[in-house]
């Protein structure tokens, strides 16, 4: 019963132990279902369920009849045209990040679009070709199929080294592509919560520095071999740095000027993007004048600048990967289809929640998994989504994929018919432009301030992450950055807070002793709480800080007992003492035998529980102990364990929490356990947990459910007239009084709590 009174409530109900609350509420035993019974029914089929996973699988004809032509078609097209335009200079960017032709890059930006149409779920990514993944099967490449180490430059060898390279780069794209999809078809979605944000942040951040280095040798217009080792971007600057004096004034004037443009009118874009009916293009503008300048000015004959060249049209025919490739690049393919997806997902789920929509993170796995076949069936790389030009998708009007089918149509027209324009286009200019697309990643360095200040874990994981992502390199040092974060969580989660917690305010509200002044805490009880799951590796620090909380170790105490039984036994039958009256008098000089004799190399029986049913009086373990014989104080009768924070109980903890509970029944102090979560008590009723002294009716729903059975008892067992009101069965209403325990209030309704 509830009674509001202003802005306080009364409740009246009874004082309830878990079992005394499902027997009066008739608790239903649910049937839960089993990992068989999952599969049955993930294998079981019907025609309902059949349309239901076509549906799933072909996210394209749920939305698709339902596409607002007139509404809609005009957003797509123009926001279409705008993402085409940046896919295309953005495809050919990101080539020089792979190492391979940068008419390879229009492959990436084509055949995934379409792919993603059919099968993706997100209406507002641009899928194609990411900085960050192209610099990881960069890294492949260049492993795999480094360059001529005998410096043979002419044509035919660089076209040999260009094929090698390209196959190295569509194979462990297929690889990649084969595990997103086997991740997906086995609903492996959730990986994706095991990459922290603050663990993207900083691998994304140091991504950022791989590219802004591995760019250095085209602004330059320098040689520099691939380093794919723990602590290569140390010797791609060495080698950098040690060739400076052979730089290409004309590419690396270029490359400056190109980036300053593109970081001013960017700025611009942010900074007015409330005024602006769209970004401004700069990287199509700054190409196109580009690739005049170059053309008509003749740099590649003046100045011996590196330009694109020109660029294959059409397109090849599907290649099967290389076997021997495969075998060489399943750890990066693993780790490249892992990041493309979180990237890709993270992106998704932010636009998904700005506009109201559902994603699937396993059809999403799918839809690139396919892309990634399919485009590296066809000499692409690996593909995921970039920021920037998912950002000018959504922000130019794109509505849905149709956007991403007219941007493929724009990369379409390039590989077929005006590819050659971009044939005088400096090297150094696309570098510029891929390190224009940075400035997003790079500006992540602010957030080690701010999550020093929110969560100093996080920011040791970004901390972490960046540093093992920039010299162990991305492949290791992501492997490394996950290892290190699941660390943090069984660190946090092996070093649980502990607190002894009081009443507060006289009401039912429990909290930590030592953060407040107006507490009560009941005499001769502790009120222990855990803010964690107890698990296998952090049961013994929970047994210590309970041992703490208490201030005795309980098995120390109960062996101090049975070694003073053992003496008292041994000197009554001397006759050194004799019962009276007044308890145990000595009527001899006591004699002091060391810990050894006593314990007679039996030191299991020590740890039984005591037994005086031998003896003529029973020993008050309060009161003076005949001389010679010494057993510390205990001065609490009750200990409530609070479980409302402990998620989960395993078997290891089970055993010896089992072990020290019982330790602490064997002292005659009574144990409960309140708040615990649902479904505890049958398990621990399943692995025999309960017997003679642990019983289930030791669980309570709440801690001052607990706290009042403790104080009735007690104030029963102190009060002849209130034990023979229990006996009668008469009732009463108790509240807590902070000095004296319990007050009796006679009425007419059941034994019950009032706060």
Known sequence: MVEPVGNHYVIARPVYSENAFNEEHEKLHRYHKTFWDHLKLYFSCSPQRAKKIALRLFPVVSWLPAYRFREWILNDIISGINTGLVAVLQGLAFALLVNVPPSYGLYAAFFPVLVYFIFGTSRHISVGPFPVLSLMVGGVVTRLAPDDSAGNGNSTNTSAINDERVMVAASVTFLSGVIQLLLGIFQFGFIVIYLSQ????????AAAIHVLVSQLKFMFQLSVPGFNVPFGIIY??????????KANVADLVTSLIVLLIVFVVKEMNDRYKEKLPAPIPIELLVTILAALISYFVNLEEKFDVAVVGKLEEGFHAPVAPDAGI?????????????????????????????HDYPIDGNQE????????????????????????????????????QIAGIISSVIVLVVILAIGFLLAPLQKSVLASL?????????????????????????????????LSAIFLGLDIGLAAAVAFQLLTVVIRSQI????????VGRSNIYRNRKDYTDIYEPEGVKIFRCSSPIFFANIEFFREKLITAVGFNPLRVLRKRNKALRKIR?????????????????????TYESEEELDNNKIEELDQPTTMTDLPIRINWSTDLPPGISVPQVNIHSIILDFSSVSFLDFSAMTVLRKTLKEFVRLDIDIYIAGAYEGLLDKLERSAFFDEEIKPSVFFLTIHDAVLHILL???IANSPKLKLAEEKGRSSDYVIIPRNGLRNRECTIPTETKF
Request: proline share 2%.
């Open 496 to 503: 649980p807070s502990c607190t002894v917690l009081a009443n």
């Open 198 to 205: 603050s663990l993207i942040s900083g691998f994304t951040t």
């Open 236 to 245: 791609t600057l060495e080698s950098v740095f040690s060739q400076i004096t």
């Open 434 to 466: 891929a390190l224009g697309n940075l400035k997003g990643m790079l500006m992540q360095f602010k957030e080690i301030g701010i999550l020093w200040r929110k969560d100093k874990y996080d920011c040791v994981i970004w901390v972490v992450t960046f």
């Open 326 to 354: 495969l075998q060489n690049c399943i750890g990066d393919g693993i780790s490249i289809a892992i990041v493309g997806f979180a990237v890709a997902f993270s992106v998704a789920k932010v636009y998904s929640i700005k």
């Open 365 to 400: 796995l799918i839809a690139f998994g396919l892309g990634n076949i399919v485009g590296g069936s066809f000499k692409g790389f690996a593909s995921s989504t970039a920021l920037s030009r998912s950002g000018v998708q959504e922000s130019t009007g794109g509505k849905t």
């Open 713 to 715: 008892k007690k104030d």
């Open 570 to 590: 041994k000197m009554l039958k001397k006759g050194e003492l004799q019962v009276t009256p007044k308890g145990l008098v000595c009527m001899a000089n006591p």
